[in-house]
């Protein structure tokens, strides 16, 4: 117990200290603007010790109220420390708008006892914390969940076997699979799997270990992701060996025993909890996102779903408002039965290259189907569909020289749409560009290319990617995806590379394009053209890779945005 829950005549009463929340998270408040007027003044009590089943002490810091009456409680577990943003952010803010705010570090992190593991311990420490605020004078007995990142991995892990107190969880940019965060069809999403490195290492010991941990990741970036052999390389960045980055940047099969229990997509596919969900078209947890979304449906959980122009970090930051906005109204409606604040429709996104938010029934939204365009000689794209299947070019892909990667969904700040300008002028970059449009074109749903493609070695990965290029040229990445292509004596093979999902408007003169490579390095580990591991390399091969004819971006409801027909005729690129 804590020392703030005495004995009166009159029965057991909880009376609030007098502790104010950190100067820190106060100023931070002060900086934000668009948010809801404060209901009430904060308190704060830092350092309670919550037991975890195994008796391991996890740090926890309360903020709640300063008002009577009972309130709700959020609980909010974290790998990432309990100060800056997450005080402010989490504890500050709902505590103002009338909430209970548990914020506690994970076990490992920030104070609390035990060894920190990605995965393994979050479902029995969070059912140890729901046990302990059972005891608390305070708890009125409904709870909620909310958080991003991994603080949405903690709320999946609870909701596998959720308490009966749980009504209502906001998993924002959130996790469900860390085997997909680092590795997508057997590839290594390097530059990611070193900033979670950096984030679980660092963060949690303040903001200045953090950020100076940050800078020199960025300083080394390059001799890290260039290193030959790639093990161990990232200690020169990250200032000391990080077993568990070790092991998950070596284990690429999802299938592998070393990742048995990581995934916690079960949770959605029975949970009968509120759910709301929220992400950005560039967060590197957007397609985990868009999974949760669909097992919820399927299960026949309340749900809901908020899709901005936002990176994994610009969520919290320039969309933040409407992020909190968003998440207070699922909270309330839910915890504190007041509706008032919700959306009339389940799903709202953003449309790009329009610039406008649109409410929608569901994702994806009902429509005619995939269209496909297809590659076409003189770098052109074209709508008619190709007679036979024949070579049409080739390029040659040297990881001595990878491919560079720019923009599109990272958990750093150079990710985002960026002028693919400099990229599609290399060599190594393949681009088929559609005509002047006559009429917009609206793409919802997610996106594929199917390919047929050749290589010498039979080793080689596929980076494909569209872009949006306005009347001046200017080419910018909408969405994009890789997969590994597994061809035997220079035969061609059909394969399937989901480029993840978007709501974008093509806009009346604009064109559309469909770039291809062979990689985007240092996002993605650069394939050595061997078979070697990408890890454990230290020959690299160049490859030769020839695509086919009855290739095809095909592109999900689609349509003229005035109803009229979609131009086919082919312009110079």
């Not at 009966?164 to 860390?178: I, N, S, Y």
């Not at 953003?350 to 929608?360: M, S, T, V």
């Not at 995939?370 to 024949?390: E, Y």
Request: a negative charge; one cysteine or more; glycine letters at 10%.
């Amino acid at each position: 117990m804590h020392p703030y829950t005495p004995e009166t005549e009159a029965g057991s009463t909880w009376v609030p200290p007098v502790g104010k929340p950190p100067l820190s998270s106060r100023i931070m408040r002060a900086t934000w603007r668009g948010l809801p007027a404060k209901r009430h003044e904060v308190g704060w009590e830092p350092g309670l010790v919550v037991p975890a089943a195994d008796g391991s002490p996890l740090i926890t810091d309360h903020y709640f109220p300063r008002a009577e009456g009972d309130f709700p409680t959020l609980l909010v577990r974290s790998p990432y420390g309990r100060g800056l943003p997450w005080s402010p952010q989490y504890g500050l803010l709902f505590a103002e708008q009338g909430f209970h705010v548990v914020l506690q570090s994970c076990r490992g992190t920030g104070g609390s006892g035990g060894a920190f593991h990605l995965w393994r311990n979050e479902a029995a420490d969070g059912r140890a914390t729901v046990s302990w605020l059972r005891e608390q004078s305070w708890f009125s007995g409904t709870l909620g969940t909310v958080g991003p990142s991994y603080l949405g991995y903690v709320q999946w892990a609870l909701a596998l076997d959720p308490p009966p107190e749980l009504k209502a969880m906001v998993v924002q940019v959130g996790l469900h699979d860390p085997h997909a965060l680092f590795h997508t069809d057997g590839a290594l999403r390097l530059e990611n799997a070193l900033a979670v490195g950096a984030g679980m290492t660092y963060q949690h010991q303040g903001m200045a270990p953090f950020l100076k941990a940050t800078l020199r990741l960025q300083r080394r970036l390059g001799a890290v992701t260039s290193a030959q052999p790639l093990r161990g390389a990232y200690v020169s960045a990250l200032g000391a060996e990080v077993p568990w980055l070790d092991e998950v940047m070596t284990h690429p099969d999802a299938t592998d025993s070393f990742w048995r229990g990581a995934s916690l997509a079960q949770s959605a596919q029975r949970l009968g909890v509120p759910t709301a969900l929220i992400t950005g078209w560039h967060d590197a947890l957007v397609d985990q996102t868009f999974e949760q979304y669909d097992r919820l449906r399927q299960a026949g959980c309340e749900t809901a779903l908020l899709v901005g122009p936002w990176t994994h970090t610009s969520a919290l930051q320039q969309g933040w408002p409407q992020v909190f906005a968003d998440s207070l109204a699922w909270l309330r409606a839910h915890l504190c039965d007041d509706p008032s604040g919700l959306r009339p429709s389940a799903v709202r996104v953003h449309i790009g290259g329009e610039n406008a938010w649109r409410d929608l029934d569901d994702w994806p939204p009902p429509g005619p189907g995939a269209i496909s365009w297809h590659p076409a000689p003189g770098g052109h794209l074209t709508r008619q569909t190709p007679v036979d299947c024949v070579p049409l070019t080739a390029f040659r892909y040297d990881p001595a020289d990878p491919t560079p990667s720019l923009g599109g969904p990272l958990l750093s700040r150079t990710a985002g749409p960026r002028d693919n300008s400099t990229l599609e002028a290399r060599d190594d970059v393949l681009t088929f560009t559609g005509p002047a449009l006559t009429e917009a074109v609206d793409v919802l749903g997610p996106v594929f290319a199917r390919l047929t493609m050749s290589t010498d070695s039979g080793y080689a990965d596929v980076f494909t990617r569209l872009c949006d290029v306005d009347a001046r040229g200017r080419s910018v990445n909408v969405c994009d995806g890789l997969g590994r292509l597994r061809t035997t004596g220079g035969e061609p093979s059909q394969t399937t590379v989901a480029m993840s999902s978007t709501a974008h408007r093509f806009a009346v003169g604009h064109r559309i394009r469909w770039q291809i490579s062979a990689g985007a390095h240092p996002r993605y580990a650069r394939n050595p053209g061997t078979g070697q591991s990408p890890v454990d390399a230290t020959t690299f091969t160049p490859v030769r890779i020839t695509l086919h004819t009855d290739s095809a971006l095909l592109l999900p409801h689609s349509s003229g945005g005035s109803g009229g027909p979609l131009p086919t005729t082919a312009t110079a690129g």
